[in-house]
């Protein structure tokens, strides 16, 4: 049983960074079929409420992001960040004035108008204290947001930010005078909210007063599940269109070979990492750590959980980072180096450690996988198996953890090596400025330059062991096209989707 | 008969409070703090404190429980920490889920073990009374998520029949749909809960079957059928009464595996999620709930052997609690 849905699984940390994209086509494209088709999807991110800053979770970003609600800027499928309520903006010379200029004749689905009001409204609805929203530390430059005018919203900050735009496209924007929105919403996008089953679905309905291109489909409904096998027979017996995000490596066998559905390999962003605590014994030691990680047998661990699916990076960065770089040569799977390395770091008879699992899948897997490899080079482990909740209290919050494992969802997240406070507790002054430097960057291209040089010295360093890269597997009926592929920030944009 | 009522009253009442009290206090011995979810990743020690403030969560546990009772009072079940959504309306609206497969798949059972568990007493020597002892032998045995898997792959993916799992999204309100929807479940608990009740009415029906008033009856010329309506049956039944009420409670409480296996949005289902977000007002509302269920089948089964075994109305007995016999 997945626990996925757990709030922590996502050190949901925002990025900080520009807008720069990595290209490739994403989507399948859309053609054909009717305008008046229902669309089936099968996740297992049930939204907890409907308001994504309070507590409402990846499911909310899933099934509400783009469909329900729009941001000032629309993060594409394949990393670009496009204008959508933003008509236009531009930047002061010093960076630290934007301003904005709203479409006109955009409606929410209660009939309002947009107005900046709303836009600043909303805004702060992410950056209040009451609030839970995950993107929240994106915008602490931010000094003042002004209205001069209904159309114009002009956002002071205290320092540059090249990512602000891109942040920006993560904020949705929320009629100010919406109520209840942890069960109803007021969006402007292409669909209003039907109806939302708890613990079983929820449905979107193409909305007539858009003020954009209208969904290419009626009615969108999202069903779901807790158990991946239920998931995954509700596709087998066409209950479901399509699976956002296929969990359950052992059952894609019988989408595989079936001309019926279509298996898409797409980009994810989530890593598995085995975190070490840089600042306590024997971690604090780059040889400690360079060791380990050269005793573990990524490419093994991955095909073992994966099959032929996933990809190893080496480091913090996916590749659809613009700063990506291929680093897995940096700390190669050789064990004569590991126990060298050991024996450099004056422990050539090993030592035990203590890690952290979550107890929801692929932790307890990987950590009985590691085991095993660490004991060739002497090394013991002790498997703690933890929840969810554990883990933040225990790992996140008091850093009470020698090693510990966990999953880090987002893109653009490299930049938490430069925090000292983080909780694996990586410190090397060096790479902290070239972050700081990074954001305050006035080209994306010197923004690049710089990140790409704190991932080299952090696989150099071994901050952490990056064990791979997960895949992002959509699987779909053959007659369905037009769906996202990526897992962007969790997205799914429902509105391109046609069945024939 | 009226002390009766009155004490078997008193008697909830007291199991619970007792039961309120061991549930909120065995919660929190769980490790983690439940306050994390009310916060966003990366919440200052000033926003956490104020969070936990927020929902009484910095209160002494005493104070927290007595206040959670008096909510309880009121019929407020408090809110959820993860949703902020009040517990008694989500409750409310996966009972009506859990209760019909509950009742359904019980009646079923009743409809069917109650004749075979007969033959298989009144015919306990010929073949087929020795192959119904057996299959319900089996059946008990089998885990039931595997009942619920074998019937997914035969009803719903190899014969698309029926779906393999969900809920219509307008509830009953789609009559067809939410019959279909609940008819494999149904089916998965009421042959696993059959096969259990068949073997205590077979043994039932075997002890009358060989008791002295049957004899009794048929030497003074009744026929065989004849006695066992007017003296047998009644008298079987009681012991299976007590066990039904005792099924009853059990599969109520059990529907969180076939619910899972079916992704009903049920009670369980919910319970499941609130037990892995450590989600402490929805896991104590729904445990209470339960609570509440299991001791109202208990009273009514209890009843209900009053009604037919005249012996036990004239004893005021505080002392056969939740239905099974001293």
Known sequence: MKRHSSLLIGIAVAAAVMLAGCSSPATTSGSGGSTGATIEIGSVYEPQNLDNTAGGGQGVTEALSGNVYEGLFKLTDDGKVENLLAKDYKVSPDGLTYSFTLQSGVKFHSGKTLTSADVKYSIEKVTSAKSQSARKSSFVAISKIATPDDKTVVITLSSRSISFVYNLSYVSIVNDTAKNLLTSEDGTGPYKLGAWKRGSSLSLQRFDGYWGTPAKNKQVVFNYFSDATALNNALLTKAVDVVTSEQSPDALSQFDNNSAYTVNNGKSTTKLLLAFNDKVAPFDKVLVRKAITSAIDNKKLLSSIWGKYGTLIGSMVPPTDPWYEDLTKVNPYDVTLAKKELADAGLPGGFTFTLDTPNYDPHPAAAEFIKSELAKIGVTVNINVITADEWYTKVYKARDFTATLQEHVNDRDVVWYGNPDFYWGYNNPQVTEWVTQAEQSTTTDEQTALLKKVNTQIAQDAASDWLYLYPQIVVASSKLSGYPLNGLNSQFYAYDIVKK | ?326
């Open chain 2, 1 to 326: 008969m009226t002390t009766y009522l009155l004490r078997r009253l008193a008697f909830l009442v007291v199991t619970l409070l007792l039961a309120s009290a061991v549930l909120f206090f065995l919660l929190r011995l769980l490790p983690g703090d439940p306050a994390n979810a009310l916060v966003s990743v990366g919440a200052t020690p000033e926003q956490i404190a104020a969070a936990r403030h927020h929902v009484g969560a910095d209160q002494p546990l005493v104070t927290q429980f007595v206040t959670w009772l008096g909510q309880l009072a009121t019929l407020d079940l408090g809110t959820s920490y993860i949703s902020g959504l009040p517990v008694g309306p989500e409750i409310a609206s996966r009972l009506v889920v859990t209760i019909p497969l509950t009742l359904i798949a019980f009646l079923l059972a009743v409809i069917i073990a109650v004749p075979v568990g007969f033959i298989a007493a009144y015919r306990s020597r010929k073949w087929y009374g020795l192959a119904i002892s057996a299959v319900s032998q089996l059946g008990i045995a089998v885990p039931v998520f595997w009942i619920g898997v074998l019937l997914i792959s035969a009803f719903a993916l190899s014969l698309p029949l029926l779906p393999a799992g969900g809920f219509p999204p307008d509830d009953w309100a789609d009559p067809v749909g939410a019959i279909r929807s609940l008819t494999l479940p149904v089916l998965t608990v009421a042959i696993v809960m059959s096969a259990s009740l068949t073997r205590y009415v077979r043994s039932s029906v075997l002890d009358v079957i060989g008791s002295d008033y049957l004899r009794t009856s048929r030497a003074l010329g009744a026929s065989f059928a004849s006695a066992m309506w007017r003296h047998g049956l009644r008298n079987a039944a009681v012991p299976v009464i007590s066990i039904l009420g005792i099924e009853l409670a059990t599969t109520f409480l059990g529907a969180v595996v076939v619910e899972s296996v079916f992704a009903l949005p049920g009670l369980g289902s919910m319970l499941l999620k609130a037990i892995a977000q450590h989600d402490y007002p929805n896991i104590q509302g729904i445990l209470f709930v339960s609570t509440f269920a299991v001791l109202v089948i208990g009273f009514l089964a209890d009843f209900v052997q009053r009604v037919v075994d005249p012996r036990l109305r004239d004893s005021i007995s505080g002392n056969r609690v939740g239905g099974r016999r001293a």
